[in-house]
């Protein structure tokens, strides 16, 4: 019995260190999972450009969203696409808030992580009489391979929601 207790008192720290390591690579800094090329492989509720792509890079506590796309034939993107169809976007993911011109609208949002997902919550200034609000959510799977984006937007008219689920391509 005494045996016993010892092998168990004696594995536990190393239970313990190895815990803490895993731990440590995903829970102390959730951008890092971000960070990668993504490329966007299906949607549902939208219809995306063609060959839609981002690079996330992290500094700090902000994330820079570099993205392409091919541009439409018209030159529109649906509305519910709004801030995510910007060649470069950057987050603070402290909560606080920040504004950017997206289109004819400026764009006010605060982002936060949130049990491991990005929360963008925005509002836009009033165009021609219209104003949006939103949120953005991002996940990455727990093997690092798929990123997922889930929007809500909507106006005093409509709202939509859609998922955009990308690939990771490269580190």
């Not at 792509?53 to 509305?79: F, R, Y």
């Not at 801030?83 to 993911?93: A, E, H, K, N, S």
């Amino acid at each position: 019995m005494k045996r016993i207790q010892f092998v168990w008192l004696a594995a536990l720290p190393a239970v313990s260190l190895l815990s803490g390591c895993t731990l440590h690579g995903q829970g102390s800094d959730p951008a890092t999972l971000l960070e990668g090329k993504w490329t966007l492989e299906k949607s549902f509720g939208v219809t995306p450009p063609e060959h839609f792509s981002t690079q996330v890079e992290k500094a700090n506590k902000q994330i820079t969203l570099k993205s392409s796309w091919d541009e439409p034939a018209n030159g529109q993107h649906a509305l519910t696409l709004m801030g995510v169809t910007t060649p470069q976007f950057v987050i603070d993911t402290t909560g606080r808030e920040q504004a950017a011109q997206v289109g004819p609208f400026v764009f006010h949002y605060r982002s936060m992580w949130e049990n491991g997902k990005l929360i963008t919550r925005w509002t836009t200034s009033e165009f021609m009489g219209s104003s949006f609000r939103g949120t953005w959510t991002r996940a990455v799977s727990k093997d690092g391979s798929t990123q997922t984006l889930d929007i809500y937007a909507a106006s005093s008219l409509q709202m939509g929601r859609a998922r955009l689920i990308f690939h990771r391509t490269w580190l």
